[in-house]
């Protein structure tokens, strides 16, 4: 019969690991879940006093300020909450491998392998591991061989796949009421007993019928298919928004149009700079290595197209502004509002912002970047890593980062809309325009600014999909 899950341990405190166990403790008083990771600042971060987490999350603080000390913790003692745990949650990084086999395409599995074999090191008793990471298909088949070559005599593993599907800046309200949770495992009886035991814990807040169990390696590649998908929906709208801009159709309607079309559906359809976050790019790519892996060069070569896409439209919008602006913009002052990959995070990973900036620095344009919640020191660390053989003085020079919209826009030539913070939409367009050189330039790449209302105060507006002048 499945095990009553009493004890969790959850490897990685990071936009994963962090939100989920968080939600999991507040919702199942009865479980003590402790979240460890190797990071002491880290750890520290989410055990500070005032709340001063990691990551911004909106609600998490409000989630972690109800279960913290009653039955969440946070530790960096990884081999003595691996013991107590009867359920383990592997929830560590799966970067793209920068070099060797695969580079820039294959996952790195180092930080899988080396929690795994840690949980096979110090167990006593018997453990259901959960793989949580987005990982290639076939990873869990690792974790399983890896622990049951390095177990003690009696302590039995299964291995279950338990892929998330929160994304970051709804993470709170994506995992109060998910879609669906999806368990993969061996369809052994001990594998399935093992899978009920996880989905009995989601069943503390989540309807029965929305815990899907499948097969293990279904599981993992419904992870890779779900985030593929998602983007090749930007990737569509993305190419349609070229055609728009060259003909004067509108994206807004075109894709208001198709949305409604019930087999398609409205949501993931709006036109931007180009997507970003850790797992769109990331997992395209995995899917990609994994089809040639298996030998199915077609199939790669049209997955790879969705990131090509994606390169493509975050150029054709730097390549936009630089036309704009007279065919030069060395030496003008543009301001980027927001750095984030998305509205509601601090997360910068991918972010078309830093392509963006990056391109305006290739040109010798001065830019000003305000953002509301990335930090100052991180936006230097991505701008270093986009421009690697750049001084970062050199950079420095050109870049400027400030701490208001107002601030940023102040006597600029240009202002780039590159992260849809709503926060953008309450500037006083009109004080803006009176300070700036004529003519005055807006991009939006977000789709996010009332076009007809600066035209009317005098500027020339970009948007993303919109053909000419609006
Ligand atoms: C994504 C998936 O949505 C989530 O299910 C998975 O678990 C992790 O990856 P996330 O990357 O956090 O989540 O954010 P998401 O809202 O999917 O946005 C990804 C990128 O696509 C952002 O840069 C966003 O701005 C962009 N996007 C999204 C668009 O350009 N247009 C859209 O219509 C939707
Ligand atoms: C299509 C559009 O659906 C319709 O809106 C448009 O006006 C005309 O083109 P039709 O070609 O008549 O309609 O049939 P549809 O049901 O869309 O099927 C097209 C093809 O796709 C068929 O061969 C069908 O078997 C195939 N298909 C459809 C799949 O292989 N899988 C699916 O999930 C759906
Ligand atoms: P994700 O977005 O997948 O959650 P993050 O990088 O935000 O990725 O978080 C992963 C976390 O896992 C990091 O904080 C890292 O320190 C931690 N980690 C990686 N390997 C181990 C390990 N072997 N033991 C404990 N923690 C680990």
């Given at each position: 019969a499945p095990v009553q899950v009493k004890k969790i341990c959850c490897i990685g405190a990071g936009y994963v690991g962090g939100p989920t166990c968080a939600v999991i403790a507040l919702k199942c008083p009865h479980i003590t879940v402790t979240i460890v990771d190797l990071n002491q600042a880290r750890v520290d971060a989410w055990n500070s006093k005032d709340f001063d987490l990691p990551i911004y999350e909106p609600?998490?603080?409000?989630?972690?300020?109800?279960?913290?000390?009653?039955?969440?913790?946070?530790?960096?003692d990884v081999d003595k909450a691996i013991r107590e745990a009867d359920l383990i949650f592997v929830s560590v990084n799966t970067p793209t491998k920068k070099s060797g086999v695969g580079a820039g395409f294959a996952a790195d599995l180092n930080y899988v392998e080396s929690a795994t074999r840690r949980i096979a090191a110090v167990a006593t008793s018997d453990k259901i591991v959960v793989e949580k990471s987005t990982v290639p298909c076939r990873t869990a088949e690792s974790m399983r061989t890896i622990l049951e070559a390095n177990s003690k005599p009696g302590t039995h593993f299964d291995i279950l796949s338990n892929p998330e599907f929160l994304a970051e800046g709804t993470a709170i309200t994506d995992l109060f009421s998910p879609d669906r949770v999806l368990i993969g495992s061996l369809q052994t009886e001990s594998g399935q007993n093992a899978s009920q035991a996880l989905a009995a814990v989601y069943a503390n807040w989540i309807p029965?019928?929305?815990?899907?169990?499948?097969?293990?390696?279904?599981?993992?590649?419904?992870?890779?298919?779900?985030?593929?998908?998602?983007?090749?929906?930007?990737?569509?709208?993305?190419?349609?928004s070229a055609i728009c801009e060259a003909t004067g159709a509108n994206i807004d309607e075109v894709a208001h149009a198709v949305g409604f079309d019930s087999r398609i559906g409205p949501k993931f359809l709006r036109a931007s700079v180009g997507f970003g976050g850790s797992c769109f790019q990331k997992d395209i790519l995995n899917l990609v290595y994994l089809s040639e892996s298996l030998h199915l060069p077609q199939v790669a070569a049209y997955w790879r197209q969705v990131v090509e896409m994606n390169e493509y439209q975050k150029s054709r919008f730097s390549k936009t502004v630089v036309d704009t602006l007279f065919n030069t913009i060395t030496g003008k002052h543009i301001a980027v509002l927001g750095f984030a990959f998305k509205a509601d995070t601090g997360d910068t990973r991918e972010s078309a912002s830093i392509s963006l900036i990056r391109d305006f620095l290739s040109e010798r344009a001065y830019v000003t970047i305000y953002d509301p919640k990335v930090e100052v020191a991180q936006i230097?660390?991505?701008?270093?890593?986009?421009?690697?053989?750049?001084?970062?003085?050199?950079?420095?020079?050109?870049v400027n980062i400030v701490h208001s919209a107002a601030e940023a826009c102040e006597q600029k030539e240009a202002i780039v809309i590159a992260t849809e913070w709503k926060e953008f939409l309450d500037i006083d367009w009109q004080h803006v325009y009176d300070l700036m050189t004529k003519p005055a330039f807006v991009f939006d790449g977000r789709l996010l600014l009332d076009a007809e209302k600066l035209t009317k105060i005098g500027f020339t507006v970009k948007t993303i999909g919109r053909g000419g002048r609006v």
């Open positions: 609600g998490l603080v409000d989630v972690v300020k109800q279960a913290r000390g009653r039955n969440l913790f946070f530790s960096t029965k019928e929305r815990i899907l169990t499948v097969g293990l390696w279904s599981s993992e590649l419904s992870k890779l298919a779900a985030n593929a998908m998602l983007a090749q929906r930007i990737s569509s709208v993305n190419a349609l230097w660390q991505d701008l270093q890593e986009a421009c690697p053989t750049t001084p970062l003085a050199q950079i420095q020079k050109y």
